[in-house]
């Protein structure tokens, strides 16, 4: 389906998804916003999963996602938490904002999705100030090969099926590439809710200094 008509059934599975997410992830989207302070973006922003885990220090909150049915929810989720988030349709290859005009960035779960991984990345270090922190959070690939093999070989059908999903990109390597310095690495493997959720494990979460 092409972009521009966005994902109406997978926009309906992500919604049970975030709801059925367990402690440990929830934790993780916690640790991913904690802290932050100033004019924040969150892209990729989905349904607004996170939006209510953003500290008051957040001064003004921008969040961007390219799919309608996506940003529908995302507005409604803003508008229920009565926090004025200001949503708009953008792909993180192409943001809408000025250079150096954000404290934060914030990716969840959306690095694996982007067409232009390496795009997004050099869009995020534009519109971050200097030396402010790109946060994330993400599935990534195995390291084991074997493991990554089979993501290597899913890869295909779990696009398909995830909307656009890579089960096995290196992105903290990508991350890296960017020019970014990571300052804060975790590398865990959450409880996946049900069995096909193995080819999405491990996550990083983390933090990475723009230059
Ligand atoms: C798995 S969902 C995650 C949503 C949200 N970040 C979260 O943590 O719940 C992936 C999201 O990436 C968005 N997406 C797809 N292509 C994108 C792109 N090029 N730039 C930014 N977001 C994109 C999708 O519309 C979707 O909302």
Redesign the pocket.
């Known amino acids: 389906m092409p972009?521009a008509e966005?994902?109406k059934w997978?926009?309906v599975v992500?919604d049970r998804?975030?709801k059925a997410e367990n402690s440990a992830i929830r934790q993780l989207?916690d640790d991913t916003v904690k802290g932050l302070q100033g004019r924040a973006l969150?892209?990729?922003?989905?349904?607004?999963?996170?939006f209510a885990r953003y500290p008051d220090s957040v001064t003004e909150l921008q969040a961007?996602?390219?799919?309608p049915?996506?940003l529908e929810r995302?507005r409604a989720r803003a508008h229920e938490l009565g926090r004025k988030i200001e949503v708009r349709k953008?792909?993180?290859?192409q943001l809408p904002y000025e250079d150096a005009s954000f404290d934060a960035v914030v990716?969840?779960?959306?690095l694996?999705?982007?067409?232009?991984q390496a795009r997004?990345l050099l869009e995020i270090r534009r519109v971050l100030k200097p030396g402010r922190d790109l946060r994330f959070?993400e599935h990534v690939r195995y390291e084991g090969r074997l493991a990554a093999l089979m993501q290597d070989l899913i890869r295909p059908v779990w696009r398909w099926c995830?909307?656009?999903?890579h089960p096995n990109r290196n992105t903290a390597q990508a991350i890296e590439d960017a020019g970014f310095r990571i300052t804060a690495l975790r590398r865990v493997t959450p409880e996946p809710p049900i069995p096909p959720m193995w080819f999405s494990r491990p996550c990083i979460q983390g933090r990475a200094a723009a230059p």
């Open positions: 972009d966005g994902h997978f926009a992500w998804m975030v989207r969150e892209i990729g922003c989905g349904n607004g999963a996170n961007t996602d390219p799919d049915y996506m995302a953008a792909p993180a290859e990716a969840t779960l959306v694996c999705t982007v067409a232009d997004a959070f995830g909307a656009g999903c």
